[in-house]
């Protein structure tokens, strides 16, 4: 799902180009057609070292459970030639259609990014809890461009703005100041969430980029929001389901070959029989 733009607050009526607070008022905004940001930044407080650490260790934890958890209820991680409607997970490299900018200026498929901001240095956000002298925040927020999954057995389209990217220990991330998790051209990812088959968009038949036969699509809603997770590029990607086919006729590239296979076989026992038996216990 993605939110159209321009975002607006419904109190006031002020227009805002991002999915930020109004900046007259502070009320939340909305896009045109009513709904709420799909990634909206987020504001956290700090407190001490010891406190931030804890909250740190403990967030940390509970991202790894949830991320357990949605990859459990999606199931296996199947082929994308394989996969029908509904919850899935699929597995490919990155293919970037239209990127987005990260903090760095470079061109990527998705980021998410956290800003460490010092009280003493800039004013704080007007939705920022009440805090004490010389606390700081962190500004959470993040991006998703257009981009191809790729498995070799087909591809996946993600153009979305309900998301939330995740990554596993030994994953490639672009680290940049305070911090970013990234997606680049090539990574490994691995994608949970809703997707149907779908007509593709005429942009992308028109290119050459994909024939007019339907396009496994992710579209991530509010309540079920898209899972953008980013693998080492040693996990192995799904095997394509196996599909039988009609027996080989008779001189056909398929059967010369296995008989030739199983002259090589028959000819390897004749050799091995051929040998002289040596008892071990002489």
Not at 131 to 146: M, S
Not at 156 to 173: N, Q, R, Y
Request: net charge negative.
């Amino acid at each position: 799902m993605r939110n159209e733009l321009p975002f607006s607050c419904p109190a006031c009526g002020t227009a805002s180009p991002e999915a930020l607070r109004c900046a007259s008022c502070g009320g939340p905004v909305v896009d045109a057609s009513g709904l709420p940001p799909q990634r909206p930044a987020a504001v956290h407080a700090t407190g001490n070292g010891v406190v931030d650490s804890m909250r740190q260790w403990w967030g940390d934890r509970a991202t790894r459970r949830r991320v357990a958890l949605r990859r459990e209820r999606a199931g296996f991680v199947r082929a994308i030639s394989d996969t029908s409607d509904g919850v899935v997970a699929v597995r490919g490299h990155v293919r970037i259609l239209r990127g987005v900018r990260a903090l760095d200026g470079s061109l990527v498929a998705a980021f998410r990014r956290w800003q460490l901001a010092d009280a003493r240095a800039s004013l704080p956000p007007r939705d920022l809890p009440a805090r004490r002298t010389g606390q700081g925040w962190i500004e959470e927020d993040g991006a998703c461009g257009v981009f191809f999954v790729d498995d070799g057995s087909g591809v996946a389209l993600v153009d979305d703005d309900a998301f939330d990217l995740e990554a596993i220990e030994g994953a490639p991330s672009s680290s940049v100041a305070n911090g970013m998790w990234a997606l680049n051209e090539g990574d490994l990812v691995e994608v949970i969430g809703p997707a149907h088959r779908a007509a593709p968009p005429a942009e992308l038949v028109d290119a050459g980029r994909v024939d007019a036969s339907p396009l496994l699509t992710f579209d991530g809603k509010p309540d079920e929001r898209i899972l953008l997770l980013a693998l080492p590029l040693s996990e192995p990607l799904p095997m394509r389901r196996f599909k039988s086919v009609g027996p080989s006729r008779p001189g056909s590239p398929v059967t010369r070959e296995r008989e030739a296979l199983s002259q090589l076989e028959a000819g390897g026992r004749a050799e091995a029989e051929a040998r002289p038996r040596t008892d071990p216990d002489r």
